[in-house]
């Protein structure tokens, strides 16, 4: 394996940003076969108060990107939910749907192929997942959520089943403004299906997994019945387990092997 961690100037966000990226190579200059070979790779989102380094911290991709012959990218969300925000250069979910992808590919030998290429998150990364997955769906063919907070657009303000824990809400500003946005991912989807309608799109495949005792569990439910109501290929699993990088650990194989798959 093989572990980078890269900081640039990022256009969208007009400052410094960060990301790790973990490559199943121990030895960089020619990947083994003279830098031919063009790696499937998953742009993998954290979660609320974490940062680009957590994932490595807290699961095992290290391990897996080698056994299933993987690049994955970890970039550093701060606390965006992948949107872009009320304030300027902001733009989130554009520098994970677009900015990101391409300065990866032009450094990084990683295909440039929509089916070559995934974003999966957990928690906040989950909704960034879904959202800048059906956003930006010309580049990602398949979308993994684990527990994703999509409770943000599901439920309404006040709603004790939104579980606000240290004020979300200031990311997407106004909610009535942004719940009819393209913040949320509700209205992403309606967005594209009307594409798929006019031939002019499809729709990336989704796994999405919930554990049986968190709190978004109802939130999950709901999203996954838009998802299936539009005709999205949807796999959909719960399991025993709470809102935790424990329950991401326990399925991570299974749903990386799904990804890597046909």
């Not at 979300?168 to 309608?197: H, T």
């Not at 939130?219 to 299936?228: I, Q, Y």
Request: overall charge negative; charged content about 30%.
């Amino acid at each position: 394996m093989a572990l980078f961690t890269v900081t640039y100037r990022s256009d969208v966000l007009k400052r410094d940003i960060n990301f790790k990226a973990v490559f199943p190579y121990d030895f960089l200059p020619d990947f083994g076969d003279g830098g031919k070979k063009k790696l499937k790779t998953l742009y993998m989102l954290h979660g609320l108060n974490h940062n680009y380094e957590s994932w490595l911290k807290e699961s095992r991709f290290d391990r897996l990107a080698r056994d299933l012959g993987m690049a994955v990218v970890f970039p550093d969300g701060q606390n965006s939910f992948y949107v872009e925000g009320p304030g300027p250069n902001s733009d989130f979910g554009k520098l994970v749907g677009e900015e990101l992808v391409n300065f990866t590919r032009s450094v990084f030998p990683l295909s440039d192929k929509r089916e070559d290429t995934f974003i999966g998150g957990f928690s906040m990364g989950g909704f960034g997942a879904l959202r800048n997955g059906l956003k930006y769906a010309d580049t990602f063919s398949k979308i993994i959520a684990f527990s994703s907070a999509v409770h943000m657009f599901e439920f309404k303000p006040g709603d004790p089943k939104r579980n606000i824990v240290c004020n979300e809400d200031m990311v997407f500003g106004d909610y009535d403004e942004a719940v009819i946005s393209d913040k949320n991912p509700a209205v992403c989807l309606k967005m594209l299906s009307e594409k798929v309608r006019e031939g002019k799109a499809s729709f990336p495949k989704v796994y999405m997994i919930c554990g049986l005792q968190d709190g978004l569990l109802e939130a999950n439910r709901s999203f996954r019945d838009k998802l299936l109501d539009e005709g999205v290929d949807v796999i959909y699993r719960e399991y025993e387990g709470i809102h935790s990088h424990e329950f991401v650990n326990e399925h991570l194989k299974d749903v990386l092997t799904w990804m890597m798959g046909d």
